[in-house]
């Protein structure tokens, strides 16, 4: 077989009975690494330290991999202006985790005779967060709905990277700080609140707005 040692470097041919004698001598493992060569590759390793370093790099890998992500929000051609924002927040959030957003109007009844409602509340919604993304399917008619799809500027991965800078700063702040810094906060609230108490109270009248009655 042919024999690479514990830091790469290349023993050469040995027989078999020399190769578990150094692998001994070594404390180490006889791995053979390209058993379809002419004559076999071997290596002397922690084959233990080298399963584990394996798995590691396997979760790493597996931690930064980004899976494309579609995400749908619904809306109605005539929404209320509070419904529309809580939607296009909805919107703001996945645009930001880099996913992409499928937006669905859906008609129904005689709101069918009229799609322009729905075509304008798309353009707008595209308008209102450009920033964060942009229209990758235009606005069209399937049945009774309008769909539009819209991507982010943002890839997958940067958002999945600066997501862990954010909270990897959170974190690092939280231990900085340390009880040192918990205490001094609690001595200052402390003495807030004992001067608070030293200070007189203020008194204030309120005038009772009188009621009224509604007919039905």
Request: with cysteine; net charge negative; proline share 5%.
């Amino acid at each position: 077989m042919r024999l690479v040692g514990p830091s790469g470097e290349q023993v050469g041919i040995v027989p078999l009975a020399k190769a578990l004698e150094l692998a001994q001598e070594y404390d180490l493992d006889l791995v053979e690494v390209a058993a379809t060569a002419r004559p076999p590759v071997c290596k002397l390793m922690d084959y233990g330290k080298f399963k584990y370093e394996s798995a590691m790099k396997a979760r790493e890998a597996r931690k930064n991999q980004a899976h494309t992500v579609i995400k749908e929000m619904k809306l109605r051609p005539k929404i209320d202006p509070h419904d529309y924002d809580t939607k296009k927040g909805h919107v703001v959030r996945f645009l930001k985790q880099g996913d992409k957003v499928k937006i669905t109007i859906m008609f129904r009844g005689r709101e069918q005779s009229r799609p322009e409602l729905g075509f304008r509340l798309l353009q707008r919604l595209a308008e209102d967060v450009q920033e964060l993304g942009f229209v990758e399917s235009a606005a069209k008619q399937d049945g009774r709905n309008m769909i539009m799809v819209l991507g982010p500027h943002k890839k997958k991965t940067e958002a999945m990277a600066e997501a862990r800078a954010i909270a990897d700063a959170r974190k690092a702040e939280r231990l900085g700080r340390g009880p040192a810094a918990e205490q001094a906060d609690d001595e200052v609230e402390t003495v807030e609140e004992t001067e608070a108490a030293e200070q007189p109270a203020e008194t204030a009248e309120v005038e009772q707005p009188a009621e009224t009655a509604q007919d039905a």
